[in-house]
Every structure is written in structure tokens, then in C-alpha cells.
């Protein structure tokens, strides 16, 4: 009966936020019909591909910009073009195994610069804390904003804060039974002004997040004021990246249409649509130049290095 146990839990985290994804979807597309999304996609602007591809650049430039500099304090120095290949491949990498995506970068910069595996995989975590630190800061702003947010995102993010109280209180004391162990080294030992600094660099990210989800929105009709944006979109993508869905589907479109659908034209279900596609949209164009970008990186001399550390990486896995 022990020996199930874990087996049950592990079952239970693969399984539900399938069971979460599908039961959004299907509350959504209960309110509209694929017809009324295809219609919203047609009525999109002529431009919206090409600020997609703009976008999905800037995006990629500005996160790998903040690992640059994150890896480069914390880790190892690596060259810019460096990062911009690892970054793009693991993009691929992650798609088809999130795990395998990310221990691929971690396992490179072991091979090529020594640095300890135990170390890259704090600094990685150190990178994933900054992000959500950055979205949690900033979804608080829109919490007083955003008007009828619901009560379990209030209480979401109360938590979050909770969290965060008690994760600065340990990197400001450092205590040493955490201290002693290596997958806090890098996080007790950067300090507060390490992860200032981290957070500062992870900002024009956040922002080129902002800048391309927003005008995605516009392209299909959403017309959502630029300074509503910037304080409540922080909140869409906190949202988004909470692990409860597949992907962030489900999840992503439901929060949408709660946040933006009144800034679309026609009646609720033209607006629920238009946001919907507009999300659809987004999220299907980002993965087809991400995939693009990553074959593009992985046949490169470095992105080789990179598939054979993600070769190694898997390699416990089977």
C-alpha cells in the first residue's frame, strides 16, 4: 500500500491538469463555437503575422538577454551567441520533454565550462524563481486594477507572498543546515542584491511579453488600453504559468476573457471569440516559430553540443 502511494501522486500530477485543460476548453466551447472563433481568426488584421514573428523575436532576445547575464553572474560566462543558440534550441527541446529542455542547457554548460551539474540546476531554479518573482510583483499592481478579480487569484497570490516572505527571510539569514546542502548554494548565496539584480535584467523580458501579447489582442479587435495592459497582462501570464493546465491552455483563455473581452466589439460571445482566437492565435504561431527557431539553433556546432547533452540528460529517463 506504501509503495502505491507515490505512484498515485505522480499519477495524479501528470493527469490532472490534463483533466483541468479539457474541462476549461470545454466550458469555453460551450459558450462559443469553433465557427465563431474561425470567423474572429478571418476578421484579423493584415499585420498580425508579421508582428507575431517581430514579437516572438523580441520575446526571445530579451529572455535570452536575462539568462546571458543571470548565467554569467551565478554560473558560467557564456558568449551571447552562445546563449541565443542554447536558448533557441532548448525552445524544441522543451516542447517534446520540458525536462529534458531544460536539463539540456544545464547539462552544456556542465560540459563546456566544468561547472557542476548540482550548480546549473540552482541557477536554472534561480532563473524560474526571478520570472514568477517578476509576475507576482507585478500581477499585485493589477490586482487593485483589474475590477472583479476572483477571489481564489487574491488568495492565489496572497499565498505566493506567503511563500516569498519565508524564501527572503532564508536567503537574508542563510541558514546552515539549508546553506550545506548545493541546490541552495547559488539561491542562499546570491543574496538580496543578487536577485535584484537577476529581477532587474528579467524586466525588458516581461515587457516584450506585455508589448507582443498586447498587440496580438489588438490584431484581432481587442482593443485593450496599453495602460490596463501593462498592470493587469503581469496577472494573465502569473495566471498562465501556474502548473494546474497543459501548457497554460484552458487556463490562459478563460483568464482572457475575464480580463479583455469587454474591450472587444459585438455582443459577449463576438467578444469572448475574438479573445479566444486572438489567444489560439498567439500561443499556435508562438510554437511554429519557436519549433522553426530551435531546428534553426540545433544545427549549429553549438546546438549539436546542446543535443548531446539533451542526449545524456535523457539518457537516466529510459
Known sequence: MNDSQ?????LLR?????I???????????????GDVLAATHGAASWTIPAAIAGVAAVYVADSFAIWKTFGWFLAPLTFGQVLVVRGGSYLLAAINYNVGQGAMVY?????????????????????????????GLSTV??????????????LV?????????????????PRWLASRPLFDVLLGAGLGGHLKALLVRLPHIAALVLYTTTMLHAFGVAVPWRQAIVTLPLFFFIAVLPISVQGLGTSQATMIFLFARYAPGD????AAAVVA?????????????ALLGLACLRTRTGQELRAAAAATAKPAT
Open 142 to 155: 493589477g490586482l487593485f486594477v483589474a475590477p472583479d478579480i476572483p477571489h481564489v487569484v487574491r488568495v
Open 278 to 290: 486572438a489567444s489560439l492565435f498567439s500561443t499556435a504561431i508562438t510554437t511554429a516559430l519557436q
Open 20 to 34: 483541468v485543460t479539457a474541462g476549461l476548453l470545454i466550458l469555453i466551447f460551450r459558450r462559443i463555437s469553433l
Open 268 to 271: 459577449a460571445t463576438a467578444r
Open 158 to 174: 496572497a499565498v505566493a507572498f506567503a511563500g516569498l516572505a519565508v524564501y527572503a527571510l532564508a536567503v537574508a539569514v542563510k
Open 108 to 136: 552544456f554548460i556542465h560540459r563546456a565550462k566544468g561547472t557542476t551539474v548540482m550548480r546549473g540546476v540552482a541557477t536554472l531554479l534561480l532563473v524560474l524563481g526571478i520570472n514568477v518573482l517578476a509576475l507576482l
Open 14 to 18: 501528470r493527469v490532472l491538469p490534463w
Open 6 to 10: 507515490p505512484r498515485i501522486v505522480s
